[in-house]
């Protein structure tokens, strides 16, 4: 019985490290829901890559644009990061809380890279600032 135990789990082990990635351009191997984020958000954008990574338990996505933009997209196909480098963010995107505390007390900044997690929203300004915010879109902390 424990052989086969510790076969099972060094045959997990392997296959687990053996993943590959799959890379490429082809926006219909994104889940529909990815697919329908990117022609809302980002219509005119031309695909430059797309990085599919099967995990065990997960999949998530990633897709860079030619003009340098970056999406991440979680296991459920929502939308995780969206970094555009020195452009800004669509507004749609940004929760209103947050776009709003953005506009009142940065008025002169854009916001070019946003990330969210199960806690917090991560935002970066383009004067090189970090805020963050928790879920309900309320300031809690900065960072430079």
Same mark, same amino acid.
């Given at each position: %019985?424990?052989?086969?135990?510790? *076969?099972?789990?060094?045959?997990?082990?392997?296959?687990?490290?053996?993943?590959?990635?799959?890379?490429?351009?082809?926006?219909? !191997?994104?889940?529909?829901?990815?697919?329908? *984020?990117?022609?809302?958000?980002?219509?005119?954008?031309?695909?430059?890559?797309? #990085?599919?990574?099967?995990? %065990?338990?997960?999949? #998530?996505?990633?897709?860079? *644009?030619?003009?340098? #933009?970056?999406?991440?997209?979680?296991?459920?196909?929502?939308?995780?990061?969206?970094?555009?480098? !020195?452009?800004?963010?669509?507004?749609?995107?940004?929760? #209103?809380?947050?776009?709003?505390?953005? !506009?009142?007390?940065?008025?002169?900044?854009?916001?070019?890279?946003?990330?969210?997690?199960?806690?917090?929203?991560?935002?970066?300004?383009?004067?090189?600032?970090?805020?963050?915010?928790? !879920?309900?879109?309320?300031?809690?902390?900065?960072?430079?």
């Amino acid at each position: %019985m424990k052989k086969n135990l510790i *076969f099972a789990l060094l045959a997990l082990l392997f296959v687990q490290c053996d993943h590959k990635d799959i890379v490429t351009q082809d926006k219909s !191997r994104l889940p529909q829901q990815a697919q329908d *984020f990117i022609a809302t958000y980002f219509p005119t954008e031309e695909v430059s890559y797309i #990085t599919i990574d099967k995990e %065990m338990v997960n999949t #998530t996505y990633e897709v860079k *644009f030619v003009g340098g #933009t970056e999406l991440s997209f979680d296991k459920n196909a929502e939308w995780s990061e969206e970094d555009c480098q !020195r452009a800004a963010v669509p507004e749609g995107i940004i929760p #209103t809380a947050i776009a709003n505390y953005v !506009r009142q007390n940065f008025s002169n900044e854009i916001i070019t890279q946003i990330e969210k997690d199960k806690r917090q929203y991560e935002v970066h300004l383009s004067n090189g600032l970090e805020l963050y915010f928790n !879920r309900q879109g309320e300031y809690v902390g900065a960072d430079s």
